[in-house]
């Protein structure tokens, strides 16, 4: 035979044989030695077992009967407490013990040689189980593998999370005579939302929303792509028209164009804002996203907008601007629909009710109202996570 | 996932994609498999979402990816919008750009005047 076992590891040499009758014991070890492998010899099953233990043996060589701890227990024993590597156990037996064989077999015994042994039976033997102890090697060294790839595609995941969430504005932050309260909640890793708000004028506040259909890796690119475009700058020169009117159809039928593409239906929703502080007017274009809810210091929720052609997926499509009064003292709550379509266990969705709800219930605390969201989202699910990114932004305004 | 029924003496095609929910999990194979139909030759097509509980913005992807495929050789309307499925049609305007019927009969008849 060409395969020479010295070339294999020390494990996979390492075998205990098992025998209370030493002529048996060693003339099996002789064998071995031969065949160049490590044999162990115990005279008994406890001892065998520490042995097995011992010198992380993974090949047992093993009398059927033993004092004590017979083979039948012993295999027992060693597959009852699984450890990491897999111990292949030969028995030896008498010609005519062939019920013991069943009772064997079900114990956990790999296979059999019966006495009297023979080198030629042995040998194809530990043979047989140097194969399966290679492949088993091989795959876990596939598996090793797989692993640290594993590893480093989720580290890479949460640097880039972190970069997005980076993007995101400060969870509680004041602009101009507005105080922006937010939560965001990634259903995968990253995220295909982006949201942010900046003072475009003096007195002029400009906000957007978005949510990138799909989720995962392709979303939160176009969402970060969005993220890096739309600033104060991009708000001034698209959502300002040239008499310095807002317009905030304008940049989205900007993007509209600019994100369009004939061969591919990827696309965004987006609520995009211009807040006139001085005139408390709200401007405004729904791009196919849920409509913003307005509430007073009473509590009472009024829906913007009566919705909106999607951003991206159809050239054609036509954007308008609404405007309505937004006055000091009221706050606008934006939802993605993330937390409208959260199922409960029955099925059920949050829906607009479950959020207008939570919006009455802390009119008088606006700011809690994106963790209070999340919360009771979290309740709804029943533990289970969000098939959906999910974002809350209020804006909050504040009397001068 | 799709069932297809021809309406007698037309060549309008009613596609149920049965499923009762048409997301990211399979919108995707559900516009590969209307995509073929098109290939196929077929142009009047009534996607019937009666039995559909509910859509995610990757479904409303699909049915505007068939829309694109079919250009303008032909028409597709849907019908047996319900709850949600419905709710999410007017918010993204679905509703302005595919023709809306109750049931698939009144879909096909429709589409049978046009032809």
Redesign the interface.
């Known amino acids: 035979m060409s395969d020479n076992i010295e070339r294999y590891p020390d494990y996979i040499k390492r075998v205990v044989v098992a025998d209370d009758d030493c002529l048996q014991r060693t003339y099996i070890s002789s064998i071995l030695k031969k065949l160049g492998y490590d044999p162990y010899e115990a005279d008994n099953g406890i001892c065998a077992l520490k042995l097995l233990r011992d010198h992380n043996a993974q090949i047992l060589i093993c009398d059927l009967d033993m004092p004590g701890l017979n083979g039948i227990n012993l295999a027992r024993r060693i597959r009852s407490d699984p450890g990491e590597l897999y111990v292949h156990i030969l028995m030896v037996t008498g010609r005519n013990q062939s019920e013991e064989r069943e009772r064997a077999l079900d114990a956990g015994i790999d296979d059999f040689m019966a006495k009297p042994v023979d080198t030629a039976s042995l040998t194809a033997r530990i043979r047989s189980v140097k194969r399966l102890l290679l492949h088993e090697k091989r795959l876990a060294e596939r598996e090793d593998k797989l692993r640290l790839a594993k590893e480093r595609i989720e580290s890479d995941l949460n640097d880039a999370a972190n970069a997005q969430r980076r993007m995101l504005p400060d969870q509680h932050i004041r602009i101009g005579q507005c105080e922006f309260h937010s939560a965001m909640m990634a259903s995968n890793i990253l995220a295909g939302d982006m949201f942010a708000y900046f003072e475009i004028d003096p007195g002029i506040l400009g906000f957007y929303a978005i949510?990138v259909?799909?989720?995962g890796i392709h979303a939160s690119l176009m969402s970060v792509a969005l993220g890096h475009m739309l600033s104060a700058e991009f708000f001034r020169q698209w959502a300002i028209d040239k008499d310095g009117d807002p317009d905030p159809a304008a940049l989205v039928r900007f993007l509209n164009k600019k994100f369009f593409r004939?061969d591919s239906?990827?696309?965004f929703?987006m609520f995009c804002g211009v807040l006139d502080q001085s005139r408390n007017e709200l401007h405004f274009c729904q791009g196919?996203y849920?409509?913003a809810i307005i509430t007073g210091p009473a509590g009472v929720c009024t829906s913007l907008g009566?919705?909106?052609?999607?951003v991206a997926?159809?050239t054609q499509?036509e954007f308008e601007n609404q405007k309505t009064y937004f006055p000091p003292d009221h706050f606008m709550v934006l939802v993605s629909?993330g937390a409208l379509?959260a199922e409960d266990p029955s099925?059920q969705?949050f829906d607009d009710d479950g959020v207008k709800n939570i919006i009455t219930a802390r009119a008088h605390d606006p700011a809690s109202i994106p963790d209070r969201i999340i919360e009771a989202l979290s309740e709804w699910r029943g533990g289970s996570p969000l098939?959906?990114d999910l974002t809350v932004v209020v804006c909050e305004r504040i009397q001068a | 996932m799709i069932k297809i029924k021809h309406v007698a003496d037309s060549q309008i095609c009613v596609i149920d994609p049965i499923t009762d929910r048409l997301?990211?999990a399979n919108a995707t194979s559900f516009k590969d498999e209307v995509w073929q139909l098109i290939d196929k030759g077929e142009y009047r097509l009534v996607i019937d979402l009666t039995g559909v509980?509910?859509v995610?913005?990757?479904a409303?992807?699909?049915l505007?990816?068939i829309l694109?495929r079919l250009g303008n050789r032909g028409e597709i309307v849907v019908c047996g919008l319900s709850g949600?499925v419905d709710k999410m049609f007017?918010?993204?305007?679905m509703d302005?750009?595919f023709p809306t019927y109750p049931n698939s009969a009144e879909a096909a008849a429709a589409l049978s005047e046009r032809l």
Request: glycine fraction near 16%; proline fraction near 7%.
């Open positions: 949510d259909a799909g989720h004939d239906t990827d696309y929703t196919g849920p409509s009566q919705g909106g052609f999607p997926l159809l499509a629909d379509e099925g969705p098939d959906d | 997301t990211a509980a509910f995610d913005s990757s409303i992807g699909a505007v990816g694109k949600s007017r918010i993204t305007r302005r750009v």
